[in-house]
């Protein structure tokens, strides 16, 4: 029996940073997946192991089913609710992770080893597997890879489990009811939780719904695109320090009250005009590319705005330099100080201007990734190829 899973990651287009202090934020899906492989033994196998295979890395994790019944408190019976991981369950977790010496260089994946070992064991109990993750996302960089990794998984285990009911004779991908989709989001935030500590849900709720969503002072309203957008996101490599910039940003405006009330005021004017833009729609040509110069103006105003908070970076400076030579419109999107930048990509942009900005980037070191926004969510395809 095998399923695969795949799950979008993120960006956010708007209200980075001013969404904590009341702003309106918008984040949408991109068409770059992390996919997730579950495979269950045959009898005749004779394997009694569970095996996490993280294909990119060429790295693999495995642990007797015994010595997890033995570490893991005797669970109770399997839940069809998501629960949170008690202290004692996270403890003895961690001692099953540390046994693997994972190396010192990629030590940061202990979080999401034990996100796995506690959605696979309160999802599917003490049955061995082979779980195999591949990504095309960056880790690290603001594009919500730890939400996409707990979102295809839990769409992975539920689709194997008593708590949801599909057609596992279904040809190609398939697209979960609203149902499935609240159940997959609520175990996948409970994943990051163990990852991230206090996450905000918006990742895990782009990764699991797609498409977009509106987000304000801890309300999420999902919104549908009504026209194509397509973007090249530019991984500066940087890594930042999230906690750091976040911080930063409330001592300025500590510091700056009245100054920074206007910038989040403006930043929030930015998030409901642009989803208005989004959702309107498109009968033509024309309208869209009128509605895709709103859209680079309102970037470049958040952009700004962003800088006036402190959290730009060189890195981010040369990306916005380069891509603004050629008349297109760019900014930061996540924490800033680094990771990823956004570029629209007009429809009828050439090919020739994409390829040479994508060149020059390269020249710097950067990474260029080319997504279309707003599409589907997770997604499950049952069987062995796909």
């Known amino acids: 029996m095998e399923v695969k899973a795949k799950a979008p990651g993120k960006i956010i287009l708007s209200g980075e940073h001013a969404v904590v202090h009341g702003s309106t934020a918008v984040a949408a899906s991109i068409d770059l997946y992390t996919y997730v492989s579950l495979r269950f033994p045959t009898p005749s196998d004779d394997d009694d192991t569970l095996?996490?295979?993280?294909?990119?890395?060429?790295?693999?994790?495995?642990?007797?089913?015994?010595?997890?019944?033995?570490?893991?408190p005797a669970s109770s019976p399997l839940s069809?609710?998501?629960?949170?991981?008690?202290?004692?369950y996270a403890r003895s977790i961690a001692a099953l992770v540390e046994e693997q010496n994972i190396p010192e260089a990629k030590i940061g994946l202990a979080a999401g080893i034990s996100a796995f070992l506690w959605l696979y064991t309160s999802i599917q109990g003490f049955k061995p597997a082979t779980v195999v993750i591949t990504s095309e996302l960056p880790l690290g960089s603001g594009l919500g890879s730890s939400a996409a990794f707990c979102v295809a998984l839990s769409a992975a285990l539920l689709a194997f489990s008593d708590s949801v009911s599909l057609d596992i004779n279904h040809q190609g991908w398939l697209v979960f009811g609203e149902k499935e989709h609240e159940l997959v989001n609520r175990w996948a935030f409970e994943g990051e939780k163990i990852i991230h500590g206090k996450p905000s849900g918006i990742d895990n709720t782009v990764s699991t719904y797609g498409n977009m969503i509106k987000f304000?002072?801890?309300?999420?309203?999902?919104?549908?695109?009504?026209?194509?957008l397509k973007m090249l996101i530019t991984n500066t490599k940087v890594r930042r320090n999230t906690k750091a910039l976040v911080a930063g940003v409330s001592e300025r405006t500590l510091r700056h009250p009245d100054a920074m009330s206007f910038v989040f005021s403006a930043v929030d004017s930015i998030g409901k005009e642009l989803s208005t833009i989004i959702q309107s729609p498109s009968p033509d040509d024309l309208s869209i590319t009128e509605k895709e110069e709103k859209i680079e103006e309102l970037m470049e105003m958040n952009q700004g705005l962003l800088q006036s908070m402190g959290v730009s970076h060189s890195s981010i400076e040369t990306v916005l330099q380069t891509t603004l030579k050629y008349k297109l419109a760019s900014k930061l999107t996540g924490a800033g100080g680094g990771?990823?930048?956004?570029?629209?990509?007009?429809?009828?942009?050439?090919?020739?201007?994409?390829?040479?900005?994508?060149?020059?980037?390269?020249?710097?070191?950067?990474?260029?990734?080319?997504a279309g926004i707003g599409g589907s969510g997770t997604q499950i395809f049952f069987g062995g190829s796909s």
Do not use: H, Y
């Open 51 to 72: 095996t996490l295979q993280l294909k990119d890395m060429a790295l693999e994790f495995s642990w007797p089913i015994s010595r997890i019944k033995e570490a893991l």
């Open 80 to 88: 069809s609710i998501p629960t949170s991981c008690s202290m004692e």
């Open 339 to 370: 990771g990823c930048v956004l570029t629209l990509l007009p429809t009828l942009l050439s090919g020739t201007v994409v390829d040479k900005v994508i060149s020059e980037l390269e020249s710097c070191g950067f990474q260029c990734l080319i």
């Open 216 to 228: 304000r002072s801890g309300s999420l309203t999902r919104i549908k695109t009504n026209m194509p």
